[in-house]
């Protein structure tokens, strides 16, 4: 099976063992169709029940939503999260405008999501990196209301990865040519690194070594040692 997120908002899955260009299930007539370009998917095992784990599948959009797909007898659909955009100068969510009734309104409320990262030992505990350059630490137990935020960067977040080993700590790249490392009970990033003048497009430690991760733009891929660059 591969899911692919459209610039339409709709997900869409494929069977790649079948002949053709058939789609077998798409997000199209869900009410919890996403009402922006879907930038990031990915499959993931979570918990169903109390003791039933099964697949599925989460997308990120720039309507501001997390939403969860499990295929049964179709695409049915839960809404994990609606990230609200922040007031920098107050480190709030901005409050909402009841002024306006536009669809345009209620997507512009809020914060385009552009990638996700879920906990490697916790199924219900994730990251948000969004266009505003903020990341949101989240839980599947709220829908609406973010655990931590952490602002540091200057443009769209590109990626954000949990450490696999090492508790509390992950990574972010970003529009603003920074890759960034975090504590979790730190509002601040703990390191800062730059090589160059270009976005960095994603990142990802390394499953062997913990000091390790590599950092992809447009024009290259490097590899960094966070003991040797610091």
Known sequence: MLAVGLYNGAVVIYNVIRKGNIVILDSMDSVAKHLGPVWSVRWLERERGTDERGEVLVSTSADGRVVQWTIRKGFESLVLMK??????????????????????????????????????????????GTEEGIIHRCSCSYNEQTLDSYGGHGGPIYSVKWHPKVQYVFLSCSEDWTIQIWHEKHPNAVVVLQSGQRPIKHVEWSPYNSTIFVAITDVSIDVWDVTASM
């Open 83 to 128: 990230v609200k955009r922040v007031d920098k100068k107050r480190g709030h969510a901005a409050k909402k405008d009841t002024s306006r009734k536009t669809e345009s309104a209620r997507i512009s409320q809020f914060a385009p999501t552009t990638s996700f990262d879920f906990h490697p030992n916790d199924g219900n505990s994730y990251l948000i």
